[in-house]
């Protein structure tokens, strides 16, 4: 692991855990399933998905219960223990493991789905379970989670609320900030006079749990307190539980995987497909060649049907409904992945297909293929999800989630890559400059791929990419958040009145700085 947090100093307000808190936790929490101290049972607390983070936690709690969580809050800030909450640890800003020993209060034992309505599609759950269980579970009864991500299977409701996490299918299910009904909160200080509460059901915890647990859609009564919490990445309180409005899960699914001869035709197909896929279309993705072939190469059974890469047994191939028509996707420099949810398959199927019909004809699009079933789907999808865990495996990676003006996204990695390769960084040095994203959001995932980490590369990378992102008024985190990575680069989207307001939250809501310190706010 790399530890790439060179310059922050632990805060010496905090304590050292002692054996009398281990002692108070293992009472709490029944035992030692809930406190893990074990050095080898801690490492996958202490270290996040990339490898890259790594901190030193003496503990890690598993609580089960919205009331033990408060009251593992109410004892570390009575002894100013510093704690780090963590869900699935697939963030990847370094943001959900300790900077130094933090508490690690893991929500993973908190999996338990309280309430589905199946009339008016919502579903309450704990914080941690996990997002692919909840889909799950909301698909037996007809409905979907209004989320997806490549991290499905690890990544927690919880953690994708506090990240505020974007993923595959915003485009056409919003943010969290929409489909996030209600929220329960753990809170790291009372919010009443202790005392006996006034009402006690909305006040367990003696006032340090804040019950905005509600399913309503509608709810216009004063500060919407939820949203604060919704990408606060745990920095304000501990989200124990999640309502969340379902969507309808659609009877017919359709994906295409596209190959285009230049960025400007990716843009052009993407406001094609708005125009003409309108109502159904479900998701707009899109790669650069380079991804492809590093998802063909480190990862198994990934194929690329348009390029001819990899794809061994189970790998994607060639849809039935084939839409080349003569031309070949082989060398092109971009690829689309293009999908609708609807409810009738032959109507979102003709529609699909005179899209890739008018794309094709106005030159667009050079190549192209329909999943022909959900295995050939899944492995088109597994293209696209799968270009995170290959860069990983290729070696060291840099990662930058930004939102540029869709039109002149790309640009931003053709000019890094100039910069890199002039200064020696270039193909013949291992070096790769990758862009993929979520073109349907404005949402660029720019990756430099290389053999080790060196701190030359990224002092031509950094700040060159936030500055490059704050001259063209985008934002240096579309959707992964701010964590450890970029603390101190959060000027660069955000002002000072802003950050000023940002602190003073901060301060009213967390007034020792107990909650994942050195995170998300820049150095005072
Ligand atoms: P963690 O990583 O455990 O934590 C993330 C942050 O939230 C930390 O700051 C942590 O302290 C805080 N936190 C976690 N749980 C709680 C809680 N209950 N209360 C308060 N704070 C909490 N992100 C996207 O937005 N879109 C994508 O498409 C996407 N794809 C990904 C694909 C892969 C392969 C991987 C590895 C990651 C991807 N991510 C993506 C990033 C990551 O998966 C998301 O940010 C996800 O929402 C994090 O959830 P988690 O449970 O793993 O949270
Ligand atoms: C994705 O869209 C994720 O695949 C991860 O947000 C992006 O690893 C990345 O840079
Ligand atoms: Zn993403």
């Given amino acids: 692991a790399r530890a790439l947090h060179a310059g922050v100093q632990r805060d010496p307000a905090f304590s050292q855990l002692s054996d009398k808190d281990l002692a108070f936790f293992e009472q709490l929490l029944g035992g030692t399933s809930g406190v893990v101290t074990d050095s080898d049972a801690l490492e996958p607390y202490n270290r996040d998905w990339q490898k890259k983070y790594e901190g030193h936690s003496r503990v890690a709690l598993r609580p089960r219960t919205t009331e033990q969580v408060a009251e593992v809050l109410r004892y570390c800030s009575s002894r100013r223990l510093a704690v780090v909450p963590q869900g699935g640890n697939t963030g990847l800003v370094g943001g959900s493991v300790p900077v130094f020993d933090e508490v690690v209060l893991s929500t993973g034992a908190m999996n338990k789905i309280l309430h589905l309505d199946e009339v008016s599609g919502t579903l309450v759950a704990q914080a941690g379970c996990i997002l692919q269980a909840l889909d799950e579970a909301a698909a037996a009864r007809g409905f979907m989670m209004p989320l997806d991500l490549g991290a499905k299977g690890s990544c927690q409701v919880g953690g994708n609320v506090s990240t505020n996490a974007g993923g595959l299918r915003l485009v056409r299910y919003g943010s969290l900030h929409g489909s996030v009904l209600g929220l329960e909160v753990a809170l790291p200080e009372p919010m009443l006079p202790s005392g006996p509460a006034p009402t006690p059901a909305s006040a367990p915890g003696g006032g340090r749990v804040l019950d905005l647990l509600r399913t ?25 539980a999640v309502a969340v409005q379902l ?5 017919s699914v359709q994906l295409a995987l596209l190959a285009c001869p230049s960025f400007e035709a990716v843009t052009a197909t993407l406001r094609s497909a708005r125009r003409r896929l309108a109502e159904v279309l479900s998701a707009v993705e899109f790669l650069d060649a380079d991804c492809s072939a590093l998802a063909t190469t480190h990862l198994e059974g990934v ?10 047994e189970g790998g994607a191939g060639r849809g039935q409904g084939d839409a080349g028509a003569g031309a070949s996707g082989r060398g092109s420099p971009f690829y689309m992945l293009v999908e609708t949810h609807g409810s009738n398959a032959q109507h979102d199927q003709e529609k699909m297909e005179a899209f890739l019909e008018a794309a094709m004809a106005e030159g667009c699009v050079a190549d192209g293929t329909l999943a ?16 995170s865990e290959a860069l990983v495996r290729r070696g060291a990676v840099y ?3 930004v939102s540029l003006p869709t039109a002149v996204m790309y640009d931003l990695v053709t000019a890094l890559r100039q910069r890199l390769e002039g200064a020696g960084y270039g193909a013949a040095a291992g070096v790769r400059v990758v862009g993929y994203g979520h073109i349907g959001d404005g949402n660029l995932h720019l990756n430099v791929s290389a053999p080790r980490y060196d701190d030359d590369l990224l002092g031509l990378i950094e700040p060159y990419v936030y500055e490059y992102v704050a001259r063209h008024n985008g934002s240096i985190s579309a959707e992964h958040g701010i964590g450890l990575m970029k603390a ?3 000027s660069y989207s955000k ?4 950050i000023e307001l940002m602190r003073r939250i901060k301060g009213l809501v967390d007034p020792h700085g107990i909650l994942n310190p050195y995170k998300v706010l820049p150095k005072p």
Wanted: proline content about 6%.
């Fill in 247 to 251: 969507a309808p899960r659609p009877a």
């Fill in 488 to 490: 101190n680069c959060l």
């Fill in 216 to 240: 309503l859609r509608k709810d216009n009564t004063g500060y919407d307190l939820k949203q604060l919490f919704i990408g606060a990445e745990g920095t304000l309180g501990i989200v124990t």
């Fill in 372 to 387: 022909s079933s959900e295995a050939q789907a899944r492995a088109i999808w597994r293209l696209r999800e799968g270009i």
């Fill in 303 to 312: 194929g690329n049907p348009l390029s001819g890469e990899g794809g061994g």
């Fill in 495 to 498: 002002g000072p009145v802003a």
């Fill in 399 to 401: 990662k930058y989630d």
